[in-house]
C-alpha cells in the first residue's frame, strides 16, 4: 500500500512526497521473515534510485540501484534484478565514468542474452555507443550499431526509428564523423532535426 501511494505522488511528480512513501515501504519489509516479498522490495527500491536520478543524486540513486539489484535476485525476479543492474549504466554516464559504464553494460547484455532476454539486451548496448565513439572503439561501436538496428524491433522495414527515439540519428551520426564520413554524418544529423520536434532532438 505503501508503495502503491509513493507511485501515486511519483505520477503527480511530487518527488520528496514519493521518497517518503518509498521509504516507509521499504521500512516496513521484514527481510528476517521467510516470507519477505523480496520481489515488491526490489522495485520499491528501483523507484527511489529513479527519482535520485532524476534529482541528479547520483550517489543516492546508485546506492538504491545497488539495493534493487540485490533484492531481486533475492526474489529470483532475474528481470527485475538485471534491468536494476542495467539502471546503473546511465548513473555512472552521468558520473563522469564512461568505462565503467561500458563494463555494466556487457555485463547485464551477456547476463541478458544468457536468461533469453535478447530484446533487453540490444537495447542496453545501445546505450553507450556514445561513450565507445568517443574511446574510439569504432568496431565495437559499429557492432552494436548492427545489433540495435537489426534485433531491437523499433525500425521499420524503411529504416526509420520509432517516435521518441530519433536522438539515435544523433548517435548514428556522431558514428559517421568518427569514421570521417561527413555527408553520411549530416544526412543523420538533418534526419534527427526533421523527425524529432522536441526540445532535446532540435537542441
Known sequence: AYYLLGRAYHDLHEAPMALKYFQIASERADTTAANCDYRQLSRVYGQMSSIFYQQNLMRQSLEKANLSELYGWKGMDTLNALRSMGGKIAIYKRMNHP?????????????????????????????????????????????????????????????????????????????????????????????????????????
Open 99 to 203: 568505462d565503467t559504464a561500458i563494463s555494466i553494460c556487457e555485463e547485464v547484455c551477456n547476463q541478458l542474452s544468457i536468461y533469453g532476454y535478447r530484446k533487453y539486451s540490444t537495447a542496453y548496448r545501445s546505450s553507450v555507443l556514445k561513450e565507445l565513439i568517443n574511446k574510439g572503439d569504432i568496431e565495437k561501436a559499429a557492432k552494436y550499431i548492427n545489433n540495435y538496428e537489426s534485433e531491437s524491433g523499433y525500425f521499420d522495414s524503411a529504416h526509420n526509428i520509432e517516435k521518441g527515439r530519433e536522438v539515435y540519428y544523433y548517435i548514428k551520426g556522431d558514428y559517421y564523423m568518427a569514421i570521417e564520413k561527413y555527408d553520411s554524418a549530416e544526412t543523420f544529423f538533418r534526419k534527427e532535426l526533421r523527425e524529432g520536434k522536441d526540445f532535446n532532438n532540435q537542441n
